[in-house]
């Protein structure tokens, strides 16, 4: 099988790493990719939003199957240009993609299908934002109704921040504050079967102690020893088959990544959000511990074959990743700084710790920083603790000027063993 994956960060190259591992592949493409995709796919350059352009280079790699990764060309529509030449796609439809592109949507499709998430209003004047605000009370959660890339959500006590926050948005929801630890849940679904993955967490906040802005996400690790182990079934039957059958009632069928980010509250499970693709971090500790080949799981999902495929299959082994970004990230990133000890950790560490790249780039000899999160280290081991201990012992042999990343990712979890 030939495999074209859309994109360039963490996620693709977990992805790439896992499809380069499938014996079912025989050519593997990535474009536009990053420095580290390029260890294990032939990279090629794209525009991943112009949808044309990326079916024409599907057809001219003659792939069999096209995983596109990031919500940004999902939304654009990116998996129906491929679709209408012919090749299988794993990512959803730009309509069905709305699930993650508008809150408001996605809140439309919950109420519908009696999916718990938190009660809200969406809002598009001064008066609806007071009136909301007022109605729900510290603490205030505000989302930008659009793509905000996991910045567009504040929650804050000062009403002030909050209202501003809410008048620099054209469209806003705001909702109910939902207390309790949060679950990453993906599942595989061809819009009628769904697969689920397993839980993990990830750590949104910059800073230690769960500190500092919202972050696109600076570690993960799976599976999570606290979980209630009927946590699956239970958010199965009440979030994501009624969501996946919502949606094809509707006439737009969800195939692809149903990503479900969830809050244990204490009147039970609600929905903090949708997104329409694998998560990142918490992709590169999920597929770190999938043992099922992947290829065919995805061209399952763009076939619609997915209730012919043996359930998957995973290894006891626990997974932890840590996010190295950049200076100043996630405000004003500093870009082009030189990366070091790369080498170190794939002639020391492997095959139990490896880098995944997420925002780099080759410039001559050497590996450069080019994003705000620029590697995510991830390790394996027979439990969190070890994981822990393996990931950290990576990220101390990699050197990248003015770095920073939270020192306590899966600690707590990992106490609790
Ligand atoms: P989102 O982009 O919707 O995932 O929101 C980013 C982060 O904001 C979430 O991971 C939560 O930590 C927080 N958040 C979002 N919605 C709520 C809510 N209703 N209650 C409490 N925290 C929330
Ligand atoms: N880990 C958060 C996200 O992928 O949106």
Redo the contacts with the bound molecule.
Sequence with gaps: MKVLVIGGGAREHALCRSLSLDSDVNALYCAPGNAGIAEVAELRPVDQLDGEAVARLATELRADLVVVGPEAPLVAGVADAVRAVGIPVFGPSGEAAQLEGS?AFAKDVMAAAGVPT?RSYVCTTPEEVDEALDAFGA?Y?V?DDGL?A?K??V?TDDRAAAREHALRCDRVVI?????GP?VSLFAITDGVTVLPLQPAQ?F?RALDGDAGP?TGGMGAYSPLPWGDPKLVDEVMASVLQPTVDELRHRGTPFSGLLYA?L?ITSRGV?V??FNARFGDPETQVVLARLRTPLASVLLGSANGTLDTLPPLSWREDAAVTVVIASHNYPETPRTGDPITGLAEVAELDAPYAYVLHAGTRTEGDAVVSAGGRVLSVTATGSDLAEARDRAYKAVARIGLDGSQYRTDIAAKAAEQR
């Design positions: 809150k938190a603490p959660v989302k905000a996991g567009g959500v929650v909702e109910e504050f939902l207390d949060e990830d949104k919202n980010g809050a609600r903090i959000e």
